[in-house]
């Protein structure tokens, strides 16, 4: 048939071409757009409701509101609670009587009109009737830099005085900002009294005032003007804001209760004993979270102290009294030695080692004391010694720790002979860069240049070879290095924390100890809120025991220098092996070794410490290589025994100088970090060598040894090379330390054979810094 084609009905069925190496261009072009959908098991959360998102912005503002009205309460009104102002300038042409007469001039005092109300030095309570406030001023020695830092410590407001006609002195004035910054600063307020002396005319008084302003909001970004006291207007929204604004808190200070007195009266005994020379009675109104009788108090320069009793005042008499009753804590800083301790140790598998040890592990994870297991205590124990021991088991999902909490078991020594021979440190060059000085000594500047320059050369050289040491050829290695231990890996290895040795302080196995730092914290701050009998804005008289009456043979007027109580929080009295963080201040260029004195302050404490420094990396083995030196800008950990601290408090280093007016000057800053026992400090040596023959894998070196029993000695220990070949020494050749080492590939005349030992370093005991 003309025009017919036939049409196959039957469609071809084979499959197109599938690569399985498609481009990346063709498989991104495939999969475009497409989201893959998440298999999730859990159910959907439905979203708030309208009435729920009601109600939580509801409870949010009601607590908001309570907070507001607490505070309120504690300062408002004419009997409220003082604000206290600390007023600080920053330049010497500046007066702080001036700044402060300028303010009460600008307030209207009734019944004060001259104008030089307050001169020098003092702590000055005053009453603005026009605001219904009450207010302390207080102006510190400004030569005295510590004073300065403790009257900002305990202050609702500092003002600081700026100055028109000069600037601040970066080495001085700007210390005192960063310093005040770093231990923690409520509010700030900016002043300037002599903008008329630099600058006659209003215009250029207002574009200096603002370059002022400029330099302030550097330091203090929230801070948008400063006031010109000089200008009525501005002198008075200057008072106002000190008698109207209400405080932020700061943590680490209102986490404990504290108080600045307002009179201090000393008894003594009329029959003096020991434990009793003396009465001290301190009066002034409760801050923080309050007080309990049965606690203990600091106070800065002159330590830790009983509670005999307090007493909460209304206007005409004792309103209540809370005695200290045998609960009390007591001053003891480490555990006692009347313990018996052979029970324990037995049970434990602890070796007695020729001298008392003693375990206290601390753990707080039970609330409830009805519900605190019974412990496995040593026979003769009493009551107040089982304190010290507390149950060491953690109620897993009870509290959220970041603290690797991994115990070391033994240690690794080198052979079966051992490495860990005590020997005198004193005796061999590698620990005599160990710095002994825990108290200042004055220095003439020829001694002091040539130890400056001695330590800037040591940290030189710890920089461009860490940790490498070089034998004498007269000495023996074996004897010299006999603390330290060969490691495959530091990180790797297991290491007891609690291993017998010589080098250890006597107070090591007396020392508190944590094993849930922060679980502790969380359960002692807690309670001690539940705990406290007086609280803020109570006016209490708070009688301590005193001991040693010498302290207070010349009590200061608290009316020149403020004279602060600050209460303990249980256990805080004690000593424990303690970490910090730190940090060199930028404008610090002198070196800082390890060991060397320094002076911290954490809360309401100052030790002066010997710290251990260490790198800040978690290790598994919690084990971590000692620093010889604390380089600049890096963050490193330094480790001592000193007090234990439970809040978030900042710490601040300092070191003592001979220079006028500055007695001390800022070296670092950080925080309090934990109480550990568990961390290990190893020290590093690196003994390095000389391949002379190389013979493929098997390489003859010189100069790591000068005798042949010291290559048999360290015969165990791996070899390692900077081009990162790994070895192992094969035989010892001649009598001069000459040896055969094979190795994992094969080696360059240039390289350069090492090998790493490792030795324990203790923390060193602190002692409080008198001021």
């Not at 770093?182 to 006659?200: D, F, W």
């Not at 070191?655 to 670092?668: A, R, Y």
Request: charged share 30%; proline share 4%.
């Amino acid at each position: 048939m003309a025009g017919h084609s036939h049409r196959s009905t039957v469609k071809n069925g084979h499959k197109p071409f599938k690569s399985k190496h498609a481009s990346k261009g063709a498989i991104k072009n495939r999969y475009k757009g497409k989201v893959e959908k998440e298999d999730n098991s859990k159910k959907q959360k439905k979203p708030a409701s309208r009435e729920q998102r009601k109600n939580l912005a509801k409870q949010l503002r009601d607590k908001k509101i309570l907070q507001t009205a607490e505070t309120r309460k504690l300062f408002e009104g004419s009997n409220g609670a003082e604000k206290i102002v600390t007023v600080i300038p920053l330049t010497d042409d500046i007066s702080a009587e001036e700044i402060v007469n300028r303010l009460l001039d600008a307030g209207s005092l009734v019944g004060q009109e001259d104008s030089s109300m307050i001169e020098g030095v003092s702590v000055t309570s005053v009453k603005i009737p026009k605001f219904k406030s009450n207010l302390k001023f207080i102006i510190p020695d400004m030569d005295d830099f510590m004073a300065i830092l403790d009257a900002a410590k305990v202050s609702d407001f500092v003002v600081f005085g700026l100055s028109g006609t000069s600037e601040v002195d970066e080495e001085y004035g700007e210390q005192i900002i960063r310093a005040l910054e770093l231990q923690g600063i409520a509010h700030v307020i900016g002043v300037v009294t002599n903008l008329s002396v630099a600058q006659e005319k209003e215009k250029f008084q207002a574009d200096l005032k603002q370059s002022l302003e400029s330099y302030f909001k550097h330091f203090f970004p929230t801070q948008e003007k400063i006031f010109n006291l000089e200008n009525t207007s501005d002198a008075l929204i200057a008072i106002r804001t000190l008698c109207q604004k209400f405080p932020k808190s700061i943590t680490w200070r209102d986490s404990r209760g504290w108080l600045v007195a307002d009179s201090i009266n000393y008894q003594k005994n009329p029959e003096p004993t020991p434990e009793l020379e003396g009465i001290l009675k301190v009066e002034g109104t409760v801050r923080g979270i309050g007080f309990n009788a049965n606690k203990l108090v600091h106070i800065p320069g002159y330590g830790d102290f009983q509670i005999a009793r307090i007493e909460k005042l209304s206007r005409v008499e004792v309103e209540d009294q809370f005695q200290s009753n045998e609960q009390a804590q007591t001053l003891d800083t480490i555990s006692p030695h009347e313990i018996d301790m052979d029970d324990w140790e037995n049970e434990h598998g602890y070796e007695q080692q020729n001298h008392e040890h003693v375990r206290y592990d601390y753990d707080y994870t039970h609330f409830e004391e009805t519900r605190k297991p019974k412990l496995n205590l040593p026979e003769g124990t009493s009551e107040y010694q089982a304190r010290w021991f507390i149950e060491d088991d953690v109620v897993e999902g009870e509290y959220e720790s970041d603290e690797d909490e991994d115990l070391m078991e033994d240690g690794e020594g080198l052979d079966e002979e051992g490495m860990d021979i005590e020997y005198d440190e004193e005796t061999y060059g590698d620990d005599q860069d160990d710095v002994q000085s825990e108290k200042f000594v004055e220095l003439d500047a020829d001694e002091e240049e040539r130890q400056l320059a001695m330590y800037r050369q040591k940290e030189e050289e710890d920089r461009e070879f860490p940790d490498e040491i070089e034998l004498n050829p007269v000495e023996s290695g074996k004897q010299r290095l006999s603390r330290y231990r060969g490691l495959k890996s530091l990180y790797n290895t297991v290491w007891d924390c609690d291993e017998y040795d010589p080098k250890a302080p006597e107070e090591w196995q007396r020392l508190l100890r944590i094993s849930n730092f922060k679980a502790t914290k969380n359960k002692i701050l807690k309670s001690a809120i539940q705990e406290a009998q007086v609280v803020a804005g109570n006016k209490i008289a708070i009688y301590l025991k005193i001991q040693d009456s010498s302290k207070f043979s010349n009590l200061q007027d608290v009316n020149k220098r403020p004279f602060t109580l600050y209460g303990l929080l249980e256990h805080e009295q004690k000593l424990a092996v303690v970490n910090f963080s730190i940090q060199s201040w930028e404008s610090y260029e002198k070196p800082i070794p390890s060991k060397d004195a320094i002076i911290v302050q954490y809360g309401p404490r100052r030790q002066i410490i010997n710290p251990l420094y260490s790198s800040t990396h978690n290790t598994p083995n919690n084990v971590h290589k000692y620093e010889r030196f604390l380089h600049q800008g890096v963050l490193s950990i330094a480790t001592a025994i000193a007090p234990v601290a439970f809040t978030n408090c900042p710490a601040i280093f300092f070191k003592q100088t001979s220079e006028f007016p500055k007695k001390i000057e800022l070296v670092g800053s950080g925080s309090f970090l934990n109480a550990e026992h568990q961390r290990v400090l190893a020290k590093r040596a690196i003994i390095t060598g000389h391949p002379v023959k190389i013979h493929k894998n098997v390489v003859t070196i010189r100069y790591m040894f000068f005798n042949k029993e010291d290559i048999a000695f360290f015969k165990a220990v791996p070899l390692f090379t900077k081009s990162g070949r790994s070895g192992f020494i094969k035989e010892s050749l001649g009598t001069h330390g000459y040896f055969k080492a094979n190795f994992d590939g094969k080696l360059t005349s240039q390289d350069t054979v090492a090998m790493s030992l490792y030795k324990r370093v203790w923390p060193r005991m602190s002692k409080p810094w008198d001021h």
